[in-house]
């Protein structure tokens, strides 16, 4: 019997405990799970991509379902290239519904049969971006219940440095 496989794509710079939450839904639903970070070189991120990727790896590495990658180009190309039509996002307000739509149209278009499906992570994710954790750590801050060990640390290195 042929596998069930979602992507779950996104920017995940960094990986907060929304996406992890996510991911843990997702993954119930599906054989198999792929969560792709983008490599977009016009737009700066504060981790790398191999940094992104590893914090990935590092986190999802007792989920024997998930599977951590990263892609550029269009995202439906990519979808094609892991044998799958479904693409898993999180919605966590109206304000994200705009622009979700507006890209699931787009994907169903550039590549018919692509199903977009829309998880919603739990209330107390929902208000989290990985902009505002960044946000809240340069700013001095931290936010450790919202996001993993591992970038909790990670994060206060980054922004340590950048003081020095
Ligand atoms: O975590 P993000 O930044 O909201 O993720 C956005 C992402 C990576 C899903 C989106 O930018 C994307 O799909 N980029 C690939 C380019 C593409 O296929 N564009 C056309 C469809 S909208």
Request: no cysteine; glycine share 4%.
């Amino acid at each position: 019997m042929s596998q069930r496989i979602a992507v779950y794509p996104g920017s995940f710079d960094p990986l907060t405990l929304g996406h992890v939450d996510i991911v843990t839904r997702a993954a119930k639903l599906f054989d198999r799970l792929v969560v792709a970070a983008i490599h977009n070189p016009d737009k700066t991120s504060l981790f790398t991509l191999e940094d992104r990727l590893a914090i990935m790896s590092e986190t999802f590495a007792r989920e024997p379902k998930v599977e951590v990658d990263t892609f550029s180009g269009l995202l439906v190309d990519y979808l094609k290239k892991k044998q799958s039509f479904i693409l898993i996002r999180g919605l966590r307000a109206i304000s994200d519904f705009e622009i979700e739509l507006q890209m699931a149209l787009m994907n169903r278009r550039l590549s018919p049969g692509t199903e977009t499906l829309f998880l919603v992570p739990s209330v107390e994710y929902s208000f989290l971006s990985s902009s505002l954790i960044k946000q809240v750590y340069q700013s001095g801050g931290e936010a450790p219940t919202l996001v993993t060990p591992l970038v909790d640390r990670l994060l206060k290195e980054k922004y340590r440095q950048n003081e020095q």
